[in-house]
């Protein structure tokens, strides 16, 4: 049982290239909507004026016996990750998030319920990419981890994906790879550009470095 009396958790949740703020309170989550909504370049009040909007709050409102005036809030002044249009109950979130994008309610929804359970749902970025979260597992985007080494994120991953489809999801339509296959490649083309930077007194040509 949660504590009554206990202070807000405040966590800041990073969906692929999204960023919100959540706070953890008493077994529900608060969320910061003008953050989660400002990539896809909307706003809360967009949602807000919407009829389905309109219904929802008010089951809600049914539901928690309370007044729809209570379950959105703006605040202002404090930090900035505190400032905005901010929910009070988790199934708004994910209402506005499935308004936002199917895909991207997918992945809020499993975090939001593991920041109420407590588990961790967060992963450390790798050479500057951010990670995603999906079945509780960080993902990486392959274009951008290319584009991290100094590729072209325009490679096909097909190759590469017929190989090692374990280390491969799909996600908003794009391909996604574990933390493992990430650092994996990263150790290839490490060595790789050292092949080339070395100067040996025999050439050595790239299908070599490649083998």
Not at 17 to 40: D, I, R, W, Y
Not at 103 to 124: H, K, N, T
Not at 136 to 157: H, I, P, T, V
Request: glycine residues 6%; proline residues 4%; contains cysteine.
């Amino acid at each position: 049982m949660n504590n009554k009396n206990e202070a807000p958790r405040l966590e800041m949740v990073k969906v692929n290239h999204c960023s919100f703020a959540a706070e953890v309170l008493q077994g529900n989550v608060h969320v910061n909507l003008t953050q989660m909504a400002k990539p896809f370049g909307k706003t809360p009040k967009d949602w807000l004026r919407t009829a389905e909007a309109q219904d929802y709050l008010e089951a809600v409102s049914v539901r928690l016996k309370c007044l729809t005036a209570e379950l959105v809030e703006i605040r202002q002044g404090g930090a900035p990750g505190l400032q905005g249009t901010w929910c009070n109950d988790r199934r708004i979130a994910l209402r506005f998030a499935q308004w936002l994008s199917a895909d991207f309610s997918v992945v809020v929804d499993e975090i939001l319920l593991r920041l109420i359970y407590g588990e961790a749902v967060f992963a450390e970025p790798i050479n500057g990419v951010e990670p995603v979260i999906s079945g509780g597992k960080a993902w990486y985007n392959y274009r951008d981890a290319l584009e991290s080494f100094g590729r072209n994120r325009r490679s096909s991953a097909s190759r590469r994906k017929a190989a090692m489809p374990h280390c491969f999801i799909t996600l908003y339509g794009r391909n996604f790879i574990t933390k493992d296959y990430f650092k994996a490649m990263q150790s290839y083309y490490d060595w790789k550009d050292r092949c080339r930077q070395l100067e040996l007194p025999f050439a050595i040509t790239e299908k070599e470095c490649e083998a």
